[in-house]
Every structure is written in structure tokens, then in C-alpha cells.
């Protein structure tokens, strides 16, 4: 499968910076590149890099009406949003978003055509614990539950440890092996067409690691935040993929 390196701009940049950014992107032969923005700049990103896929950071569970702040997936797609990411951290942490908001999330970005980039991923104390595949299983069942064996093979999956994003340390090689394989297996167990499911990494992944994280067996792309804001580093990063 080709791989997908997507970047989450989180919220950063403005329209002279963005501009500056996207001048400096192209697409990376081999791989496929996106951009995830804020909503306000989803009309800028019309004019892009060709070969550039367009992507948001959330989207709303509900298709319209009075919802007010709220932002659907019907709007993402007439933006031409490829990509949705749902279920980040972030938004877990910071947005109090549960566990069964981020599979109606993710059903409503496929019910408009939109890929949802479903994050899931532990805390250090979860880690800790031991109880990583324990976090990551619940966090995908309660998507499995909403979509269903069959529409669980359309999703982007992405392993993002909490305490890898934005700390400037990637989780090890052996860390990633280890969860990504698990993360197939639980697919595979729970009778998902796993081998169709890309599996990427998130969490502090910057040119310097990206070879070796993306030679990871079950890698199938990372998502990257603060270096995707810095052409020549997610240009580098594509390039490792
Ligand atoms: C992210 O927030 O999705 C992320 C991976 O961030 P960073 O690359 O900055 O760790």
C-alpha cells in the first residue's frame, strides 16, 4: 500500500506564512503527502502543490443543523479534504472528547467521503502502567463499535503516544514495532481486513528519525506535527517514507 505522510499543522500559521510554507512544498514521488490545516485556511490550500492532499484536524459527529461552532464533513469535502484527523490527543486531553465521539466522528467523515485519521495512543503513566494495548483496544473498540467490521478497513489509523507529541524524542524503534504490530493484530482479531488498514506513526518524528521509524515493520506513514511546519524538514520526512 502507498504509504501517507500527513502533517498537522495544529494551530498554527497565518495566510503570508502559510503561503511562504506551501511555496516551499511538493509532492514526494512514492508516497503520499498531506496537509492538515485550520478551517480557515481550507480556501487558501485551493491553490497548492499539485500531488498535495488537503486535510482538517476535526470534524463535527453531526451532518447540520444547530450545532453552532460546529463544522461538518459535507463542508470538508467541498473543500476537497481528502483526510480528517479525528481522536488527537490534543483534542482527547485539552476537549474532553470520549471515546465513542471519535468513532461518530469518524462515521460522519466517511458518510461524506472524507478518510478519517483516527489517533490513538497512551499516556506515560498508561505506559507505565503497562497498560498500552489495554488503552489502544479500548480506544479502538469504541470506533469498531460505531463503524463496524467493514467500514473499520477504510480508516487511517495513527499510534501517537501522548508522550512522544511535541517532546522532541520519538517513541524507540522497538516501541513502535511492538505497538504497531499489536495494533494490526487487534484489527486482525477482531475480523478487520487489516492488510488494507495504514498504520502511522505520530510523536516527535523529525528528519533525523523518520528513516528508521518509517523501516519499522506495520509503518505505513507517519503524521507530523511541529516539523510538518518546516518545508524542509516534512520534506525530508516524505522523502525518508
Ligand atoms: C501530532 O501532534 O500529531 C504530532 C505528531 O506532533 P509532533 O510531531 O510535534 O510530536
Same mark, same amino acid.
Given at each position: %500500500?502507498?504509504?501517507?505522510? =500527513?502533517?498537522?499543522? !495544529? %494551530?498554527?500559521?497565518?495566510?503570508?506564512?502559510?503561503?511562504?510554507?506551501?511555496?516551499?512544498?511538493? $509532492?514526494?514521488?512514492?508516497?503520499?503527502?498531506?496537509?492538515?490545516?485550520?478551517? @480557515?485556511?481550507?480556501?487558501?490550500?485551493?491553490?497548492?502543490?499539485?500531488?498535495? =492532499?488537503?486535510?482538517?484536524?476535526?470534524?463535527?459527529?453531526?451532518?447540520?443543523?444547530?450545532?453552532?461552532?460546529?463544522?461538518?464533513?459535507?463542508?470538508? $469535502?467541498?473543500?476537497?479534504?481528502?483526510?480528517?484527523?479525528?481522536?488527537?490527543?490534543?483534542?482527547?486531553?485539552?476537549?474532553?472528547?470520549?471515546?465513542?465521539?471519535?468513532?461518530? !466522528?469518524?462515521?460522519? $467523515?466517511? +458518510? $461524506?467521503?472524507?478518510? @478519517?485519521?483516527?489517533?490513538?495512543?497512551?499516556?506515560?503513566?498508561?505506559?507505565?502502567?503497562?497498560?498500552? %494495548?489495554?488503552?489502544?483496544?479500548?480506544?479502538?473498540?469504541?470506533?469498531?463499535?460505531?463503524?463496524?467490521?467493514? +467500514?473499520?478497513?477504510?480508516?487511517?489509523?495513527?499510534?501517537?503516544?501522548?508522550?512522544?507529541?511535541?517532546?522532541?524524542?520519538?517513541?524507540?524503534?522497538?516501541?513502535?514495532?511492538?505497538?504497531?504490530?499489536?495494533?494490526? +493484530?487487534?484489527?486482525?482479531?477482531?475480523?478487520?481486513?487489516?492488510?488494507?488498514?495504514?498504520? #502511522?506513526?505520530?510523536?516527535?518524528? !523529525?528528519?533525523?528519525?523518520?528513516?528508521?521509524?518509517?523501516?519499522?515493520?506495520?509503518?505505513?506513514?507517519?503524521?507530523?506535527?511541529?516539523?510538518? #511546519?518546516?518545508?524542509?524538514?516534512? %520534506? +525530508?520526512?516524505?522523502?525518508?517514507?
Amino acid at each position: %500500500m502507498i504509504r501517507l505522510v =500527513a502533517g498537522n499543522w !495544529k %494551530m498554527n500559521g497565518s495566510l503570508v506564512a502559510n503561503r511562504v510554507l506551501l511555496d516551499q512544498l511538493e $509532492a514526494s514521488p512514492g508516497v503520499e503527502v498531506a496537509v492538515c490545516v485550520p478551517y @480557515p485556511y481550507l480556501a487558501q490550500l485551493q491553490q497548492r502543490p499539485g500531488g498535495l =492532499a488537503l486535510g482538517a484536524q476535526d470534524v463535527s459527529e453531526y451532518a447540520a443543523g444547530a450545532y453552532t461552532g460546529e463544522v461538518s464533513a459535507s463542508m470538508l $469535502a467541498e473543500f476537497g479534504c481528502r483526510y480528517v484527523i479525528v481522536g488527537h490527543s490534543e483534542r482527547r486531553a485539552l476537549f474532553g472528547e470520549q471515546d465513542v465521539t471519535v468513532g461518530r !466522528k469518524a462515521r460522519a $467523515a466517511l +458518510a $461524506a467521503g472524507v478518510v @478519517p485519521i483516527v489517533c490513538v495512543g497512551e499516556t506515560l503513566a498508561e505506559r507505565d502502567a503497562g497498560r498500552v %494495548m489495554a488503552v489502544i483496544g479500548r480506544q479502538l473498540a469504541a470506533v469498531l463499535e460505531v463503524l463496524g467490521v467493514a +467500514a473499520m478497513a477504510s480508516v487511517v489509523l495513527a499510534y501517537e503516544p501522548v508522550w512522544a507529541i511535541g517532546s522532541g524524542s520519538s517513541a524507540s524503534a522497538e516501541q513502535v514495532a511492538e505497538v504497531h504490530g499489536g495494533i494490526r +493484530a487487534w484489527l486482525v482479531a477482531h475480523g478487520v481486513e487489516a492488510e488494507s488498514v495504514r498504520i #502511522l506513526y505520530g510523536g516527535s518524528v !523529525k528528519p533525523g528519525n523518520a528513516r528508521e521509524i518509517f523501516a519499522v515493520a506495520d509503518v505505513d506513514g507517519g503524521l507530523i506535527g511541529g516539523a510538518s #511546519l518546516v518545508a524542509v524538514d516534512f %520534506m +525530508a520526512i516524505c522523502g525518508a517514507a
